[in-house]
């Protein structure tokens, strides 16, 4: 009799194995499966509750890991892209290289439409760059540093700004009563200009402005996000360097106490050549 009362009958589900204990009165085989069937018929419920409770986690967990999966091949492509742009800014010569053949790269980088460099000018009071208006054919750019522009506010007050419709005056009012977007240009040239991202170019040694960046329009029509902005600000800190480098180089002009000399010896060179072999001596003298 006490073995039948600690008869014990194992049942094994999707979660667990758990046991139960059979009664006296289902000794028999028959009242033994009865007893596993009416068992399992209320155990499936509550099996049914567990796996409805644990589904929203399993769907968080995949709606959440292919967002940050996303942003991190976003990182990476990004990074890649930035480390080849900086070296093609340090491969340039001078500053019109780095306007106008590395913008292109830029704008590449950053899914833009078009792009501004800007540079100090020597008194610092403007921002000057070039502009290219034909196949072979550039105009120089030149803009008051003040809060009437979006890049004159930047490189004024040496923030960053992300204008998601430069045509809002009331996104603009946020950062300053006066700022403006100039519409006029829009209007003469058919384009129409909508997301902005803009920096200071700042020195690393002593926080001074060198020149301003502009992106200008994002190709998807979404604001530029975060990432891209950590961007620019890196891209910016390689700037500084290479404009700075650029503008201390000054152009190698020939000494002329030196090649005079040398011109006038070869000048009567070929005269000595050509000269009878009489006149020779009196040529040789005058070198």
């Given at each position: 009799?006490r073995?039948?009362q600690k008869?014990?009958?194992?049942?094994?589900?999707?979660?667990?194995?758990f046991?139960?204990?059979?009664p006296?009165c289902a000794?028999?085989?028959?009242?033994?499966?009865t007893?596993?069937?009416v068992?399992?018929?209320?155990?499936?419920p509550?099996?049914?509750?567990?796996?409805?409770?644990?589904?929203p986690?399993?769907?968080?967990?995949?709606?959440?890991?292919p967002?940050?999966t996303?942003e991190?091949?976003?990182?990476?492509?990004l990074t890649?892209?930035?480390?080849h742009?900086?070296?093609?800014?340090?491969?340039?010569?001078?500053?019109?290289?780095?306007?106008?053949?590395v913008?292109?790269?830029i704008?590449a980088?950053?899914?833009a439409?078009?792009?501004?460099i800007y540079v100090v000018s020597?008194?610092?009071?403007?921002?000057?760059?070039?502009?290219?208006t034909?196949?072979n054919s550039?105009?120089?750019?030149?803009l008051?540093?003040?809060?009437?522009?979006?890049?004159g506010y930047?490189?004024?007050?040496?923030?960053?700004?992300n204008?998601?419709?430069?045509?809002d005056q009331?996104?603009?009012?946020?950062?300053s009563?006066?700022?403006?977007?100039?519409?006029?240009?829009?209007k003469?040239t058919?384009?129409?200009?909508?997301?902005?991202?803009?920096?200071?170019?700042?020195?690393?040694?002593?926080a001074?402005?060198v020149?301003?960046i502009?992106?200008?329009?994002?190709k998807?029509?979404?604001?530029?996000?975060?990432?891209?902005e950590?961007a620019?600000?890196?891209l910016?800190?390689?700037m500084?360097?290479?404009?700075r480098?650029r503008?201390?180089?000054?152009?190698?002009k020939?000494?002329?106490?030196?090649?005079?000399?040398?011109?006038?010896?070869?000048?009567q060179n070929?005269?000595w050549r050509r000269?009878?072999?009489?006149?020779?001596?009196?040529i040789?003298?005058k070198?």
């Amino acid at each position: 009799m006490r073995t039948e009362q600690k008869n014990i009958d194992r049942i094994e589900t999707g979660f667990r194995l758990f046991r139960c204990r059979i009664p006296r009165c289902a000794a028999s085989a028959g009242n033994i499966a009865t007893k596993t069937r009416v068992f399992f018929i209320l155990r499936r419920p509550e099996r049914k509750l567990r796996n409805r409770s644990a589904r929203p986690n399993s769907i968080c967990m995949s709606t959440i890991m292919p967002n940050n999966t996303d942003e991190m091949s976003i990182k990476l492509e990004l990074t890649k892209s930035l480390n080849h742009v900086i070296n093609k800014i340090h491969a340039t010569a001078n500053i019109d290289e780095i306007m106008l053949d590395v913008s292109k790269d830029i704008c590449a980088m950053f899914n833009a439409d078009r792009l501004t460099i800007y540079v100090v000018s020597e008194d610092g009071t403007s921002l000057i760059s070039k502009v290219k208006t034909g196949l072979n054919s550039f105009k120089d750019l030149k803009l008051p540093i003040a809060e009437q522009s979006v890049a004159g506010y930047a490189a004024m007050h040496k923030k960053l700004l992300n204008i998601k419709d430069v045509y809002d005056q009331q996104e603009l009012t946020v950062y300053s009563s006066h700022l403006r977007f100039l519409q006029e240009v829009d209007k003469r040239t058919g384009y129409r200009t909508k997301q902005m991202l803009v920096a200071p170019i700042l020195d690393a040694e002593n926080a001074s402005l060198v020149g301003v960046i502009q992106v200008i329009n994002n190709k998807a029509g979404i604001p530029f996000s975060q990432i891209v902005e950590e961007a620019v600000h890196e891209l910016t800190q390689t700037m500084a360097v290479a404009l700075r480098q650029r503008q201390q180089i000054k152009p190698i002009k020939p000494n002329m106490t030196i090649w005079l000399p040398m011109r006038c010896c070869l000048r009567q060179n070929s005269n000595w050549r050509r000269a009878p072999h009489g006149a020779r001596a009196s040529i040789s003298k005058k070198c």
